[in-house]
């Protein structure tokens, strides 16, 4: 089937709305398995982090790792859900790479329920259940386009077995691949925040499952939904739910109908495919995990993990616009605000803030500078940054120069400011020596001083021009034109 991108503009279009709701799997990042002593690592050799617990052989037991528990209770809580005593249920199906035959998972009384996650520009998504369950190990299937229908021979890789996972449901609130990318960015943005997990798409630690489906707009019931598995990274995220939606609304507009079916995004194609008709709940035989005990967190537990929690990513945005909301720039400014968080930067520029520097130009200095070298923004010495930045806004450098000095503390975070400006060789203009400069000018330049008194503001333009040659560069333009203001209101 060809299908025109954009589709969704023509009017035939427009009569639908689609419904989509995500499922996300984050791994946690306990030191072990969920049931057993394995590690719990990425990019092992296959199949050394391995026991009989969880090769599933008989007579194995699951004992329960209460660091894994003590993450889902972390995540609970940052997504506002209620906490509640849980159960664990057995999720019968036959996969190679799941050697029990059963899936160890949380079914009707998951640990957490009913929360919500506010998105960047104000919406909310509600979150129906985060429940613990655990991985299931990898297959390779060698084909071209690695599915298993086309594969000639599939290898197995058992160390992911029984690694902890959550598994986040959202309610069906979202309404657009755009909003999809936006609610897992920020998701993951929450739950990396909580220290449960790392929220690497890239490795896998972090999947997500999306169901979509397109109704008329009067219409209330929701349409036949289908499931697209494992989509790792948000442009696959993205593309699959266009793709999706655009697929279903042809259906329904040539009279056909949605079939209920786990699809997958085949990302050389740009398209999803058929793996499977969909199963329904009663496939699986859910029934209650005979090996384990009901999980029953005491209140007193909770609020010990809610207490020992490293802050929550809302309260350390709020922490930053508190240090700039009294700029006059502070509406244009909150996106920044993510990022700086986002990127772990909040804590440095909290403390470059509390050495006295101006916290709005330290902000763009973080995120604009220093954008490219993350990793060594984080170890730069927010004393010295403090310092820098005060050197800039009183105008003892120009703000060329303080990118410049800013540049080469990054490529080496553990040299000082005043030794790389020796080093560079950058002179200080303070206004001073600027005004210094400026008298001599006005002297030589007597004929542009005069107009620029009788009241021509072009003028300002042609002093900082010469101060800038007298000075290679290094004067602060800024300093040029409040001297001169002063000069000419006397
Ligand atoms: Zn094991």
Known sequence: ??????????????????????????????????WCGCKNSFGEQPNTLICP???????????????????????????????????????????????????????????????????????????????IEEDTGKSTHFSSSGRIHESTATLIDYNRAGIPLVEIVSAPDITSSEMAKSYVNELRNIIVATGATDGKMEEGSLRVDANVSVKKKDQIELGTRCEIKNLNSLRSLGKAIDYEIDRQIQLLNSQKKVIQQTRHFNEDLNQTVTLRTKEEA?????????????????????????????KLLIDRRQSVIELIKDSKEMSQLIGTVNTLVDQQLDTLFI???????????????????????????????SKE????????????????????????????????????????????FGDKEIEQLL??????????????????????????GQVMKLTKGQANGKSVTQILLKKRNG
């Open 1 to 34: 089937m060809t299908i025109q991108n954009n589709s969704t503009d023509d009017s035939e279009y427009s009569e639908y709305e689609p419904t989509i709701g995500l499922e996300v799997h984050c791994e946690l990042k306990t030191a072990t398995k969920l």
């Open 53 to 131: 617990v969880c090769l599933g052989l008989p007579g194995s037991l699951p004992v329960l790792n209460k660091k894994a528990v003590e993450y889902a209770i972390r995540i609970g809580l940052a997504l506002n859900c209620t906490v509640q005593p849980s159960i664990f249920h057995r999720k019968n199906y036959f996969y190679p790479d799941m050697p029990k035959d059963f899936q160890i998972s949380q079914y009707d009384i998951p640990i957490n329920t009913d929360g919500y996650v506010l998105l960047t520009d104000g919406s909310k998504v509600g979150i129906v259940r985060a429940h």
């Open 282 to 310: 009663e496939d699986y035989r859910y029934f209650p995990e005979p090996d384990l005990v009901s999980l029953n967190p005491t209140g007193e537990w909770i609020n010990e993990i809610k207490l020992n929690m490293p």
């Open 351 to 381: 403390e470059t803030v509390g050495f006295g520097s101006d916290p709005t130009l330290t902000l763009k200095r973080l995120t604009n500078e220093a954008a490219n070298s993350i990793d060594a923004a984080k170890k730069l010495n």
């Open 385 to 428: 940054l403090a310092y820098l930045i005060n050197l800039e806004t009183s105008g003892k450098v120009s703000s060329t120069q303080s990118k410049a000095i800013l540049s080469n503390l990054l490529e080496n975070t553990s040299e000082t400011v005043d030794s790389i400006i020796s080093r560079l060789n950058i002179q200080s």
């Open 439 to 464: 008298d001599n000018l006005i002297l030589e330049k007597q004929d542009e001083f005069k107009r620029f008194v009788d009241g021509d503001d072009k003028v300002i333009q042609f002093f900082i």
